[in-house]
């Protein structure tokens, strides 16, 4: 029987393109045995254990900008990789799929060190500080987006594929999303998500808009709002005119995207791709503490093709985001041309071209070995 390990975590913008690609490699190769490695934590476990895939644990930690390696982050990372050395062992696989983060970097230097063959699936403009360093072993690299793709030697080894978006994301249609919501078909709705980093900020720069959302009169907010920050903003908006609806995590993504005028968010990566896949306008404010800017060159890639505003959190006090949020929200043609441009840049197919790489190299692997 194959078998195929996916390490991932660290955030959802590596879990899901992980669970994705673990979902079709299930269509293509039925009898496949997956299992999964990672960090654990973030609810990782539980999201993958919805669909039936065992969870190993593995003991890790990123490492902070600081002078020197932490202690810390060496030991915790020295046990990790030998956790991770014995559950490859045990579990035997033929090829190990990496999904970037660091929670990856202790499976992916075990792989490498027991000589398995490693794919590794980097989502970012600019990769990461743990898939520049696994990128150098790895029989083949898959790029969320084109400009990764320049930072790597060895073309051969390199395909643009899109990110594997998790797999229930589907277009529904506007007027039916809107009512999922009990919102008002005739107003102009944005969507507003924080994600799993920072949004607590981008919350508290969202009341600042909340006079003029009043005195527009036809705009309405779908906010989720995370869950630590939910009482804090449901205070905030709860005497305001304008229909919204609040949530710390809202379960039915597909109806929000589809629901949406236009779209408020982080530049995850994840999330560009969805916003993509939708064809979704977005106003996009990159979270300034995310690893090696990372935020910032996707958002910048959007602005460039035409499918978003982008406005740093330095430029929030001097009412540049309120500006440019009225220029968006007050004029519906701009906003169906970004939301073109942004259909432009979708990867449909992005989780069968992944696999499509780990059966080639399953191949070679079979070939090489008989």
Not at 60 to 72: A, D, N, T
Not at 105 to 117: D, E, N, S, T, Y
Not at 223 to 240: H, L
Not at 262 to 286: D, K, N, Q, T, Y
Request: glycine fraction near 10%.
């Amino acid at each position: 029987m194959d078998r195929i390990v996916i390490a991932t975590g660290g955030t959802g913008g590596h879990l899901f393109p992980a669970i994705s690609i673990a979902e079709e490699l299930k269509k293509q190769l039925p009898e496949v045995e997956i299992g999964f490695a990672g960090e654990g934590k973030r609810g990782e476990e539980t999201a993958v254990g919805k669909y039936g895939y065992s969870f190993e644990r593995i003991p890790c930690s990123p490492l902070l900008r600081e002078f020197g390696l932490p202690l810390r982050f060496v030991l915790k990372n020295a046990r990790g990789f030998l956790e991770a050395r014995k559950f490859l062992k045990t579990f035997s696989p033929d090829l190990v799929v990496l999904t970037g983060g660091y929670a990856s970097a202790p499976v992916g230097l075990a792989a490498w060190r027991l000589k398995i063959p490693i794919l590794l699936q980097e989502q970012n403009c600019l990769a990461g500080l743990t898939s520049k360093l696994l990128g150098r072993f790895a029989e083949s690299v898959c790029f969320g987006f084109e400009p990764g793709s320049y930072q790597f030697n060895k073309p051969e080894r390199l395909t643009v594929t899109g990110n594997p978006l998790r797999p229930e994301l589907t277009t529904l249609d506007q007027k039916a999303a809107i009512d999922d919501f009990t919102l008002e078909p005739d107003f102009r709705t944005v969507l507003v998500m924080g994600g799993s980093q920072g949004a607590r900020s981008l919350n508290t720069i969202l009341m600042e808009v909340f006079d003029f959302i009043e005195d527009h009169g036809r705009l309405q907010l779908i906010w989720q709002t995370g869950e630590i920050d939910f009482e804090r903003c449901q205070g905030s908006v709860k005497s305001r005119g304008f229909p919204h609806r609040l949530f710390k995590f809202i379960d039915n993504m597909s109806a929000a995207y589809s629901a949406a005028d236009l779209v408020v968010c982080r530049s995850g990566a994840l999330s560009l791709s969805e916003l993509a896949f939708m064809g979704r306008p977005s106003l996009l404010i990159p979270y300034p503490f995310a690893s090696e800017g990372h935020q910032y060159h996707n958002a910048r890639y959007f602005q460039e093709k035409g499918a978003s505003t982008v406005v740093s959190e330095s430029e929030f006090k001097n009412l540049y985001f309120e500006a440019q949020f009225k220029k968006l929200v007050n004029n519906p043609a701009l906003l169906a041309k970004m939301g073109g441009c942004a259909s432009k840049l979708a990867s449909p197919e992005a989780a069968r071209k992944v696999v499509e790489e780990v059966l080639t190299h399953m191949d070679k692997k079979v070939s090489a070995e008989g």
